[in-house]
């Protein structure tokens, strides 16, 4: 029998992220151990009247191809699947892993290889999303593995995904239009903002250029959970858009792949320097595979105050309240941020032990909370609960 909070789920995810309606072409797609929400969003998506095409990933099959996959495998975008997000008008993805570190040892030339050539894919999906064509939705369905890559059992690891939701809550969409209510009020402070500056005393001095961008409301649409406002550095600037250090605070995993003790130094507006104390070379590597690699895509701002703690998982980390989350490569084309690359690398800078956010010179959050009382908010205690 299905736990109630995955129906819950499927139901936010299919009638409120999406708005699926009768007709929608849907990809449905997953981990072979999210099977339990994988079942009940397309039972949701048959009973709202969608065509749904189901794509299931088996577990491990990704290190036999990083294993085994020649020049030419690695190199080729695939047709089938650049068709199908260039025909679907809705997809969902659900994370579950088994094994979060089964590529850890895999060749950082193979999975930088295979990154450039989905990047045709990836474009796709964020060109028609902008331009109306498509939504979609990532998520995460509980599993032991995801459990223990947060140091949590697993009954302890649902109870923290199903809160960070607010599934627990009777009504979770109530919650998710009453957030985006609070960003909205963020945004619409920033309209008009040039300059945002975030300093903390590990050394991030990081200066973002905004002139002229545009903000996102993430409150549900694209991710769940959710809970952050985006846009993306103004590169055309004079001062090339970001300048500065970030050192970021938490490892920066890609590809199942820990980067630990992230520094990056900007120089109008490319990394001039990459430091790592750990993978140091696969860092380089990922930054070093196209051109656009090398500059930031994307600058946003966690208000999930729900989500107190670091779990590895990009899903949750980037929407910590109190935090900011910096991509390295692809931009969001709605942003204004035209950035080009296979890449899009979330890291992410804790603000709450010292940190502090000014816009235009204004000190707009102190030690991971907000001056303004009416923006997404954490209790005074809550940060360190």
């Not at 929400?37 to 990704?62: N, Q, T």
């Not at 088994?98 to 894919?121: E, Y």
């Not at 109190?322 to 950035?339: C, I, K, R, V, W």
Request: charged content about 25%.
């Amino acid at each position: 029998m299905r736990d109630i909070r995955l129906d819950k789920m499927a139901s936010v995810l299919v009638h409120y992220s999406l708005e699926v309606k009768a007709g929608d072409f849907v990809l449905l797609s997953g981990e072979i151990a999210g099977m339990p929400l994988l079942e009940a969003l397309y039972e949701h998506l048959i009973r709202a009247g969608a065509f749904v095409k189901i794509s299931i990933v088996p577990a491990g099959w990704d290190e036999i191809f990083f294993k085994y996959a020649n020049q030419k495998q690695l190199e080729r975008t695939c047709p089938l699947a650049l068709h199908e997000v260039s025909e679907c008008n809705k997809r969902i993805r659900v994370i579950a892993p088994t094994n979060t570190r089964g590529l850890s040892h895999a060749d950082s030339q193979k999975v930088a290889l295979l990154s450039k050539a989905n990047g045709p894919i990836l474009s796709k999906v964020l060109t028609r999303s902008a331009a109306g064509e498509m939504e979609w939705v990532v998520t995460l369905c509980p599993t032991p593995a995801g459990a223990q890559e947060g140091d949590m059992g697993i009954k302890e690891y649902e109870d923290f995904v199903f809160q960070a939701g607010h599934l627990n809550e009777e009504d979770p969409i109530l919650h998710l239009k009453e957030q985006q209510v609070k960003q909205m009020r963020m945004i619409d402070y920033m309209k008009g903002k040039k300059e945002l500056h975030f300093k903390t005393k590990e050394g991030t001095d990081l200066r973002v250029n905004i002139e002229g961008m545009r903000w996102i409301n993430s409150c549900g649409k694209r991710n769940f959970p959710d809970g952050e406002i985006f846009t993306g550095p103004q590169l055309k600037a004079s001062d090339g858009g970001v300048n500065g250090i970030v050192h970021y605070t938490y490892p920066a995993i890609w590809n199942q792949t820990v980067v630990e003790g992230v520094k990056l130094t900007f120089e109008k507006g490319r990394v001039v320097e990459a430091r790592a104390s750990k993978n140091e070379a696969f860092l380089r590597a990922m930054i070093a595979q196209d051109e656009g690699a090398s500059r930031l895509g994307e600058i946003a701002i966690g208000t999930n105050y729900k989500i107190k703690t670091f779990t590895k998982n990009i899903l949750f980390d980037e929407k910590i309240g109190g935090t900011f989350h910096a991509a390295l490569g692809m931009g969001y084309p709605e942003t204004g941020n035209e950035n080009k690359s296979a890449l899009h690398w979330d890291m992410i800078c804790d603000l709450r032990e010292g940190g502090t956010l000014s816009v235009d010179g204004q000190i707009i959050s102190k030690e991971g909370r907000f001056v303004f009382p009416d923006w997404p908010q954490a209790h005074k205690h809550a940060i360190t609960d």
